[in-house]
Every structure is written in C-alpha cells, then in structure tokens.
C-alpha cells in the first residue's frame, strides 16, 4: 500500500484513540469514519460477541449477520496463507508490545473470492490484570490500490527494461559503425569526381593508391586521364560516362587502367550525375574498387571447374548428389554410359530401374536407413549394363550439414567392383588407382582402419602431420602425438557417435599452420581428409590487429590505447601517477609537400619504431592522427624520471633519418601532463597534454612544456569573446533570425524557433564560441531577457496563430528570475502567453530536480508551453518526463542525421517516437535535410519537423514568405 494511502486511513482512524468503552456499537458507528465507507466492528473478549457495521458486512457481499460470532469463525475468514501473521499481529498488540495492531491481509467474501483489506484494531478497556476486554476494528478494501500497486511495479520494470534494451541497441550500433570503417579501409575502394566546366577530375587519396601514384589535389586533365587506361577499353568507358551526362541515369562499368609499375588493374566503377541549381549536369561523381583479385579468384575457379569436369569423365567411379528426402539430383555421365538410361529415366527415382530386381528391396532399405537415421550410405548391389551384363556396384554416400546439423544434401560415388568380386589382383588394381588419385589431391588424406592402425597416408599428409614415411601399419597413438595428439581424440570421438561425420580446425606443429579436418569412413576404417586453410586464420589474425592498431605505424590505435591506460590504472597502486606525453613532429608539413607522403609515411614510421623500441614495456604509445603521438605511463616513478625519459626521447628522435636517400633532421615539441591514479580522469588529463602542446608548438617549439592551468591562450580568448560580448548589446551587433517549424503530415507552417546571431565588427562568430562564454561569466541573465523581449516583440506582428520559441539557457534558468523575464518579455510586447515556447534541455532537472521543477510550474502557470529540446542526446532519463509534464518534445537532429536514402530506419529515433506518442507528448524532429529524411520522419508519424530542406532561419519577412507559401496552423 503507498504512504499517501495509509496516511489518509490514519487520519480516518484517529479518533479511535479517544474512544471509550460503550455498551453497544450505536456510538461507535456514530464516532467512526462518519459514514465513511470503512467497515467497523466490535469485540468484546468477556462475552466473545463480535458485531459489525454495514459498510463491513458490504465488504464481504452480506446484508446482515449473527449477533455473536466466535473468534475461530472471524478467523476462518482470513486467507489461510495470511492468518499467522493477523495472529501474531494481534497477539503482540494484547501484550502491548504495538500501540495499535494494522495489518494488510486477504478476506473471504461471501462468494468464495478474496479481497485485499488493512484492518487497524486498538484495545479500548483491560483488566487489572492488564489482560484486553474489549476492542474496536476498522476494516478497508484496499483491493484496487493493491492492483494499481502491482501494475505501476510491472510498467517501471517494464520502462527500466526498455532503457536497458536503448542502451544495448546504441552500444551495438557503435560496434558496427567501427566494423564498417574498417571493411572500408581494406576493400580498396576509392573515391573521384569529374567536373564538367572545369574539364578535368580529382581522386581522393585511395584513388591514387589504387593507381600506386602519390596522391595529390591537383586536377587531371583528359589526357592525363586518358594514359591511365587500357588502350582497348578506353573509348567503350568513355561511352559509358557520356552516356550518363545524356541520360543522367547512374550506371557501372568495368574497365582495365594501368598500375604505376606497368601491371593491369581491373577496376569496378559506380558513376552517376550531379546536377546544378539550373538543372544542367555540374559535374560526374563515383566510386572505384581494385577488383583485379576477384578476377583472378574467378579465372582459378573456372579452371579448377574445368579439370573437375574433366577429371569426373575420365574417373572410373560415378558421383552422384541426392536432396535430404532422398531425391537423386544429378549423376554423373558414366551412369548413362553405363545404363543406357537419360536423365528423365533416372531422376528422381528411376535409377532404382538399373538394378537387378532381385537386389532392388535390398539396395532402397540400405539408401532409407541413411535416410531416416543421418548415417553413411555403403552398399553393394548389382546394376544391369547397356550391353546387356551385369556388374557389381559399391556406392557410399555421406551428408553435408549445416551450422545447426541439418542435411542439406548428399554426396554419393557409385564403384564399378565387379572384378573385386571375380579377382583380388583388379581390387588391388583398383585401389591403386585411388591412391593416386588421392595422392595427388592439394588434400592430406589418411585412413585408419578400425584397430587404429594407418592402412593410408599420402605425402600431404604426411607433411601436415610432419612424419617421415613409412607410416602404414603404424599405431594412431604413435602418430598422433605431442600437437597432434588432439587428432587422436577426435579419432576415438568419431569411432563411438556412430560414424557420424566429424568436421573441425586444428593448428599443427607447424608454426601459425591451421588445418579443416574432415572425418568419414565405413564398417571397417576411418578417413582423415585434411585441408590447409591457415590464410582464413591469418587475414582474422590481421583483422584483429587493425582493430587495435594504427595501420601505418604499428602503434597502437586511439580506443585500445586509453582502454590499456584505463586497465593500468585499475591495476596500480593508489600512490602511483598516470601521466601523458604529447607529441607532434615539427615542420612535418613541408616534409609531404616537398617530398610527398610517400616519405612522409616513412618518417612517420621510424619515429614510431624508436618510441616504441625506447618505451619498451614502460608505457603504450598512440598515433593520434597526422603527425601526432601520445605516450602513456602508470607508475610509481613515472613522475620522478619524466625529465631523463623526455630527454631519451629527444636523443632518439633527434638522430638522422634516411629515407631513399633523403637525410631528415627532426625536431618534436611535446606537451605533458599528469596525476595522481586516485583523482585521475583520463580525458581530462589528455585534453590537458594537448593543451600543453598546443602551448609549446607556439613558445617552444622543439621543446616541451608541462599544462599550467594559467595557459594563456585560453584566457585571453575568453576575455577577449567576454569583453566584446558586454557590448554587443549596446552597440547593437546581436540580431535574432527565424527557423520555421511546419507540420510534418503536410509542411504547413506552424511557428518559427528564434536564433541568436552576433554580428562582430570582425565578421560573425558562431553561438557555439560566444554562448558558453555568456554562460560562464553570467552575461546569459542580459543577453537572454533582450533574446525573449525582441522574439515575441517579432510574433506579435506575425498571424496569431504561430507559435515562437525561445530558447532559455540552463545558466539563465538558475541566476535570473525566470518568471519575471518571461512576464515583462510578454507584457512590453503585448504577445499572448500561449504563443510563446520556452525551449530548454534536461540539464535543468539535474542537480535540483524538485526545485526546478517548481520553477516550471510557475512557467506553466503564466500560460507559457514549455518544450525538452535535444531529447536523446543527453542523460534523456525517462523519469524527468515523469516529474515534470513538458508539452513538447524536441528530438535532436543527431538521431535523422544517420537516414541518408530511402529504407533506411534508425532503431533508437523509432523507439523515441513509440514511447513519445504512448505518452501523447507531441515532437519536433530537428535538422530535416533531405526528401529521404522527411518521408521516415513522415511515416514514423512526427508531429512536426524543422530544417534546411523545409527553411532556412532568416528574418521576419522570410517567415511570412512561408506562411503565404505554405499556409500556417
């Protein structure tokens, strides 16, 4: 039961403390709850008469009961699970151990049902002895609230739960947009554009690398271009992308160019038209990928196709596939050969017609058994020639699997052993043949028989398995040892799951070589086939390592780089210090601009290579980006020999580096900061070493400089911004612009959001660089009431049925007296108070929730709508749209941002929107820049949106160009 409730019963029940024994209830249904509802009743222990009041006898469903009822019948009432506690309740209030006995317990009514009730008894007259004679009761249904209680649990499960789920969806989402970076940089994929009136094309950086040429910004002109391609393929490319032009239609086309060192490259092209304000054709954009391995890839397997069809008509033996439910599928050309059947005749079923009748049941009950019980084929049954003979027939069949152990066909082979069963020497014949056939596989192949003895091993094998012949007739426990010995295991594995087929990867003695070991067999021996597929394990090992590592340099990347500082600072002492070094190489601009990136790249890579080697395990080093490391130390004596170990840096980078030829002399300037492990915040500890940096590539370059918190570059900004900003208002420089908001349904015009704009005699300065200055030194106050003032001054004059809104900064919200702003904003201009939205983001729950709170109240008394805006972006905690019920909620433009073309959906904004309109808050998408983005917001059912593709913000007259245009609302 909630405390509100049992409050109100208590004041209900008060007056029960000051009753006084009576002779019959008459004057305690008079004292009691007054008509209430509240069921009262009455013992007395002398006599045991208990009697109750209407509205108790109601609770239950009766009209009227006996006079005298006993304790066991009242207790019998009592839900059995219940009834020990109401005991020992009211024992312990008798024995004066409570001053009144209240409890919570189910009660039988009179249709058999039970009803939650709170029952409060206080003891009214005792006996000398201290013993009670006579008591007084309440009893209240508290059925419904108890539901309600039950169901308000279920939905905060429920709505925790949703956040949890937001929050995996997110970090999910982080993962993949990294996995998708990196597949970028590995597929070879570059980027180019053709501008018509300038008739020429840009590569971006890849492009040039795809060619092997330095990239460079300079245009290529057409007949730079033209060198690039294959003579033979040029003037049909050409067609292609002209043809574009015409039909402005994206097209792709494949073509071959020429590598810097002479090689062909073939290349898959996307291109489509860009067209200009004018609709002319402005320019031709793509994308390239180096497809020249694909190519390779398909030559080896139409080849490697080639000699299996080759192999497979020139084989003895027969292959044949079948469906799971037993359907033959295909059959190799010697079983026609053979038969005399066609395809038509044998498939599905009919080759059962090629066997001599006698041994048809035979050979279907042998091919249902694998069926029905999963396992190898092997049988032999006799098949009737084209010639008019009969031979002898061996086929064996296993299943392929899926990853969940479904069959997803068999694959079969029909032996010609005819002369197996008329002679020994055409068997041994045979097998030899089989041998060879084995032996020449890029396979290893060994078969054991069912003692564990090798009767089979080829020279793959054996290299695999590193053995030196002979081997057959071996132990598999003398072969199958040291590294190999997990081989064996499986060997037995396989022996005791009724043959059933065993595939697995296993790394051999051989250093970083991993095999896919496939076991089958029959009755009488096991097959070892075994394929090498270490390249598959070493592009996942180079996958893992760029996941973790800058590709250029070998150091590490920036995310495993601050989570190994992170690890380190878990695991060191509480008096150790973390301390970060910044570097940046001097001059190492002109370095790729007079001798191009290639050597940049170079001395990148020996820089690195020497902080590494002078680290050592002291540390983790970092290529930030560019021409910029970062160095991380935890230690005990990190601070102590910070100055030995910066000098150690400048010795090793100071020494001369050659790079083909070319001799560089490089300086570095470093900036340093560090704390201790205890109060150490890594992010801010990093922004403070940059900061440093920054400070000593101006006053110290080629040397280094320790983070004071008086670095003047700060500071002399903000008193600049801070100065300045005082007497923007005077001097009239702050001006306010209009960003329309329209209906999404039909982008009608529904009100206008006010932009704060500075117009410094210098040029424009962002609100991103002169509002958290405003904030900070509280120039906000001023500047925000003139912002609230001017805007509805502005919609007084606009149609009376569009909104403003006015953003009110979290800093202003604090220090000024919001309220009184808002009214003398609203009674100078004369706007009604409906028409104005105060806009303001969650940080203004967050601290001082409960009194902020209030403050919005009052907001919301004037008759002002308030509105959350970037919803999503911050702590977006749902329990403030349960503290405060704001009329509007504002979806920040990060979440469309990610819809860039038609289909594509954003999980975490359709979620925001679900439980947005289950609440019935209307919303407003912000930052709608393209058709594609509209229509999602459109079809997620958004009450209104505002961006660039509907309007930009300008003045007055602008805004009302939109309503005459568009209508208003």
Same mark, same amino acid.
């Given at each position: 039961?909630?405390i509100?409730?049992?409050?109100?019963?208590h004041r209900?029940l008060?007056?029960?403390?000051?009753?006084k024994?009576?002779?019959?209830?008459?004057?305690?249904?008079?004292?009691?709850?007054?008509?209430?509802?509240?069921?009262?009743?009455d013992?007395?222990?002398?006599?045991?008469?208990?009697r109750?009041?209407?509205?108790w006898l109601?609770?239950?469903?009766?009209?009227?009961?006996?006079s005298?009822?006993?304790m066991?019948?009242?207790?019998?009432?009592?839900h059995?699970?219940d009834?020990?506690?109401?005991?020992?309740?009211?024992?312990?209030?008798f024995?004066?151990?409570?001053?009144?006995?209240?409890?919570?317990?189910?009660?039988r009514?009179?249709n058999?049902? @039970?009803?939650?009730v709170?029952? =409060?008894?206080?003891?009214?007259?005792w006996?000398?002895?201290?013993?009670p004679?006579?008591?007084?009761?309440t009893?209240?249904?508290v059925t419904?609230?108890?539901?309600?209680?039950e169901?308000l649990? !279920?939905?905060?499960?429920?709505?925790?739960?949703?956040?949890?789920?937001?929050?995996a969806?997110?970090?999910?989402?982080?993962?993949?947009?990294?996995?998708?970076?990196?597949?970028?940089?590995?597929?070879?994929?570059g980027?180019?554009?053709?501008?018509?009136?300038?008739?020429?094309?840009?590569?971006s950086?890849?492009?040039?690398?795809?060619?092997?040429?330095s990239?460079?910004?300079?245009w290529?002109?057409y007949e730079?271009?033209?060198?690039?391609?294959?003579?033979?393929? +040029?003037?049909?490319?050409?067609e292609?992308f002209?043809s574009?032009?015409?039909?402005?239609k994206?097209?792709?086309?494949?073509?071959r &160019? @020429?590598?810097?060192n002479g090689?062909?490259?073939n290349i898959?092209?996307?291109?489509?038209?860009?067209q200009a304000?004018?609709?002319?054709?402005?320019?031709?954009?793509?994308?390239?990928?180096d497809?020249?391995?694909?190519?390779?890839?398909?030559?080896?397997? +139409?080849?490697? #196709?080639?000699?299996?069809?080759? &192999?497979?008509?020139?084989?003895?033996?027969?292959?044949?596939?079948?469906?799971?439910?037993?359907?033959?599928?295909?059959?190799?050309p010697?079983?026609y050969? $053979?038969?005399g059947?066609?395809p038509?005749s044998t498939?599905?079923?009919?080759?059962?017609?090629?066997?001599?009748?006698e041994?048809?049941?035979?050979a279907?009950?042998?091919?249902?058994?694998s069926l029905?019980?999963?396992?190898?084929?092997?049988? !032999?049954?006799r098949i009737?020639r084209?010639?008019?003979?009969v031979?002898?027939?061996?086929?064996?069949?296993v299943?392929?699997?899926?990853a969940?152990?479904?069959?997803?066909?068999?694959?079969?082979?029909?032996?010609?052993v005819?002369?197996?069963?008329?002679? !020994?020497?055409?068997? =041994?014949?045979?097998?030899?043949l089989?041998?060879?056939?084995l032996e020449?596989?890029?396979?290893g192949v060994?078969?054991?028989?069912?003692?564990?003895?090798?009767?089979f091993?080829?020279?793959?094998?054996?290299s695999?398995?590193?053995?030196?012949e002979?081997?057959?007739?071996?132990?598999a426990t003398?072969?199958?040892?040291?590294k190999n010995?997990?081989?064996y295991?499986?060997?037995?594995?396989?022996?005791?799951?009724?043959?059933?087929?065993?595939d697995?990867e296993?790394?051999?003695t051989?250093?970083?070589?991993?095999l896919?070991v496939?076991?089958?067999g029959?009755?009488?021996?096991?097959?070892?086939?075994?394929?090498?597929?270490s390249?598959?394990?070493?592009?996942?090992?180079?996958e893992? +390592?760029?996941a973790?590592?800058?590709?250029?340099?070998g150091?590490?990347?920036? %995310?495993?780089?601050?989570?190994?500082? %992170?690890a380190?600072m878990?695991?060191?002492?509480?008096?150790?210090?973390v301390?970060? *070094?910044?570097?940046?190489?001097?001059?190492?601009?002109?370095?790729?601009n007079?001798?191009?990136?290639q050597?940049?790249d170079?001395v990148?890579?020996?820089?690195a290579?020497?902080? &590494?080697?002078?680290?050592g395990?002291?540390?983790?080093?970092c290529?930030?980006?560019g021409?910029?490391?970062?160095?991380?130390?935890?230690?005990?004596?990190?601070?102590?020999s910070?100055d030995?170990?910066? %000098?150690?840096i400048f010795?090793?980078?100071?020494n001369?580096i !050659?790079?083909?030829?070319?001799?560089?002399?490089i300086?570095?300037s470093?900036?340093?900061?560090e704390d201790?492990?205890?109060?150490a915040?890594i992010?801010?500890?990093?922004?403070?070493?940059?900061?440093?940096l920054?400070?000593?590539?101006?006053?110290?370059?080629?040397?280094?400089?320790w983070?004071?918190p008086?670095?003047?570059?700060r500071?002399?900004?903000?008193?600049?911004?801070?100065?300045?900003?005082r007497?923007a208002? #005077?001097?009239h420089?702050?001006?306010?612009?209009?960003?329309?908001?329209?209906?999404?349904?039909d982008?009608?015009? %529904?009100?206008?959001?006010?932009?704060?704009?500075?117009?410094?005699?210098?040029?424009?300065?962002?609100?991103?660089?002169f509002?958290p200055?405003?904030?900070?030194?509280?120039l906000i106050?001023d500047?925000?009431?003139w912002?609230?003032?001017?805007?509805?001054?502005?919609?007084?004059?606009?149609?009376?049925?569009l909104?403003v809104?006015?953003?009110?900064s979290?800093?202003?919200?604090? $220090?000024?007296?919001?309220?009184?702003?808002?009214?003398?904003? $609203?009674?100078?201009s004369?706007l009604?108070?409906?028409?104005?939205?105060?806009?303001?983001t969650?940080?203004?729950l967050?601290? =001082?929730?409960? @009194?902020?709170?209030?403050?919005?109240?009052a *907001?919301?008394e004037?008759?002002?709508k308030?509105?959350?805006?970037?919803?999503?972006?911050g702590?977006s905690?749902?329990?403030?749209l349960?503290?405060?019920?704001f009329?509007?909620i504002?979806?920040?433009?990060?979440?469309?941002?990610?819809?860039?073309?038609?289909?594509?959906?954003?999980?975490?904004?359709?979620?925001?929107?679900a439980?947005?309109s289950?609440?019935?808050?209307p919303?407003?998408?912000e930052?709608?820049e393209?058709?594609?983005?509209?229509?999602?917001?459109?079809?997620?059912?958004?009450?209104y949106?505002?961006g660039?593709l509907?309007?930009?913000?300008?003045d007055?007259?602008? *805004?009302?160009?939109?309503?005459?245009?568009?209508g208003?609302c």
């Amino acid at each position: 039961m909630s405390i509100s409730l049992k409050y109100a019963l208590h004041r209900k029940l008060a007056v029960l403390d000051d009753i006084k024994p009576a002779d019959d209830l008459s004057d305690i249904w008079a004292l009691a709850l007054n008509g209430s509802g509240v069921g009262v009743w009455d013992r007395n222990v002398v006599t045991g008469e208990i009697r109750y009041s209407q509205a108790w006898l109601a609770i239950i469903g009766e009209t009227a009961a006996a006079s005298t009822v006993d304790m066991d019948v009242a207790y019998s009432r009592v839900h059995p699970d219940d009834l020990d506690r109401v005991k020992a309740a009211m024992n312990a209030h008798f024995d004066q151990h409570t001053h009144v006995y209240e409890i919570e317990h189910r009660l039988r009514t009179k249709n058999g049902d @039970y009803k939650w009730v709170l029952s =409060r008894v206080r003891v009214i007259a005792w006996d000398k002895n201290g013993k009670p004679e006579r008591f007084v009761g309440t009893t209240t249904d508290v059925t419904p609230l108890r539901a309600l209680s039950e169901k308000l649990s !279920e939905e905060r499960h429920l709505a925790v739960r949703k956040s949890e789920e937001l929050t995996a969806l997110t970090m999910e989402l982080a993962e993949r947009s990294q996995a998708l970076q990196i597949a970028h940089r590995l597929a070879r994929i570059g980027g180019w554009r053709w501008d018509i009136g300038r008739r020429g094309l840009r590569f971006s950086p890849e492009m040039w690398v795809l060619f092997g040429r330095s990239a460079t910004d300079e245009w290529v002109s057409y007949e730079q271009m033209r060198a690039f391609y294959h003579p033979d393929d +040029y003037q049909r490319t050409m067609e292609i992308f002209y043809s574009i032009l015409k039909t402005r239609k994206p097209s792709v086309v494949e073509y071959r &160019m @020429y590598h810097q060192n002479g090689s062909i490259l073939n290349i898959l092209t996307y291109a489509e038209a860009v067209q200009a304000e004018d609709g002319s054709v402005s320019e031709v954009r793509g994308t390239s990928q180096d497809i020249t391995p694909f190519r390779k890839i398909e030559a080896a397997l +139409y080849d490697s #196709e080639d000699h299996y069809r080759n &192999m497979v008509e020139l084989h003895p033996q027969i292959p044949w596939t079948a469906a799971p439910d037993g359907q033959v599928l295909e059959a190799g050309p010697k079983w026609y050969e $053979l038969t005399g059947l066609t395809p038509a005749s044998t498939l599905p079923f009919g080759w059962i017609d090629a066997v001599v009748p006698e041994d048809r049941e035979r050979a279907m009950a042998a091919w249902n058994r694998s069926l029905n019980e999963l396992v190898p084929l092997d049988n !032999e049954f006799r098949i009737m020639r084209r010639d008019g003979g009969v031979g002898w027939f061996r086929t064996r069949a296993v299943p392929r699997r899926n990853a969940s152990g479904a069959v997803i066909r068999w694959y079969g082979m029909l032996d010609d052993v005819t002369d197996r069963h008329t002679a !020994e020497d055409a068997r =041994r014949a045979y097998e030899g043949l089989a041998l060879r056939v084995l032996e020449t596989t890029s396979d290893g192949v060994v078969v054991f028989n069912r003692g564990d003895r090798v009767t089979f091993a080829n020279s793959k094998a054996l290299s695999f398995l590193q053995l030196a012949e002979p081997v057959i007739g071996a132990r598999a426990t003398d072969v199958l040892t040291g590294k190999n010995r997990p081989l064996y295991d499986y060997l037995q594995r396989y022996k005791h799951t009724q043959a059933q087929p065993i595939d697995f990867e296993f790394e051999t003695t051989s250093e970083d070589v991993w095999l896919d070991v496939k076991m089958s067999g029959g009755e009488s021996d096991v097959a070892m086939f075994m394929r090498d597929v270490s390249e598959n394990h070493r592009v996942k090992k180079q996958e893992l +390592y760029a996941a973790r590592h800058d590709l250029l340099t070998g150091t590490l990347n920036r %995310a495993a780089f601050f989570a190994e500082i %992170a690890a380190s600072m878990r695991n060191s002492g509480i008096d150790h210090i973390v301390q970060f *070094l910044c570097l940046n190489i001097d001059y190492f601009k002109e370095i790729n601009n007079q001798h191009g990136h290639q050597t940049g790249d170079a001395v990148l890579r020996v820089i690195a290579s020497r902080l &590494m080697i002078l680290l050592g395990d002291d540390g983790f080093i970092c290529r930030l980006g560019g021409d910029e490391f970062i160095i991380g130390r935890v230690g005990d004596n990190a601070a102590a020999s910070v100055d030995d170990f910066v %000098a150690s840096i400048f010795s090793c980078i100071s020494n001369l580096i !050659e790079i083909e030829s070319k001799v560089f002399s490089i300086s570095v300037s470093m900036g340093i900061a560090e704390d201790d492990v205890l109060n150490a915040n890594i992010d801010r500890i990093y922004a403070q070493a940059d900061l440093a940096l920054s400070e000593a590539k101006k006053y110290a370059k080629g040397g280094y400089l320790w983070f004071r918190p008086e670095m003047e570059t700060r500071l002399k900004y903000f008193k600049t911004i801070h100065n300045d900003l005082r007497l923007a208002l #005077e001097r009239h420089e702050l001006k306010l612009v209009f960003q329309p908001i329209f209906r999404a349904s039909d982008g009608v015009l %529904a009100g206008a959001e006010a932009l704060l704009r500075w117009h410094h005699p210098k040029g424009s300065i962002s609100p991103a660089e002169f509002i958290p200055v405003a904030e900070e030194s509280g120039l906000i106050c001023d500047i925000g009431a003139w912002v609230l003032e001017t805007a509805c001054e502005a919609a007084k004059h606009w149609p009376s049925a569009l909104p403003v809104s006015v953003n009110v900064s979290v800093r202003q919200f604090e $220090l000024s007296d919001i309220c009184s702003v808002v009214r003398r904003a $609203l009674s100078r201009s004369g706007l009604a108070p409906h028409r104005l939205k105060l806009e303001m983001t969650e940080s203004v729950l967050i601290g =001082r929730e409960a @009194y902020n709170i209030q403050r919005l109240e009052a *907001l919301r008394e004037i008759g002002v709508k308030i509105v959350l805006d970037d919803f999503g972006t911050g702590y977006s905690s749902l329990s403030y749209l349960e503290s405060f019920r704001f009329d509007f909620i504002k979806i920040d433009k990060s979440f469309v941002a990610k819809i860039n073309g038609p289909g594509e959906k954003h999980p975490v904004l359709e979620a925001i929107v679900a439980m947005t309109s289950a609440m019935d808050l209307p919303t407003t998408v912000e930052g709608v820049e393209t058709e594609p983005q509209l229509a999602y917001i459109r079809d997620l059912g958004c009450d209104y949106v505002q961006g660039f593709l509907l309007g930009r913000p300008g003045d007055v007259e602008a *805004l009302l160009g939109h309503a005459a245009r568009t209508g208003y609302c």
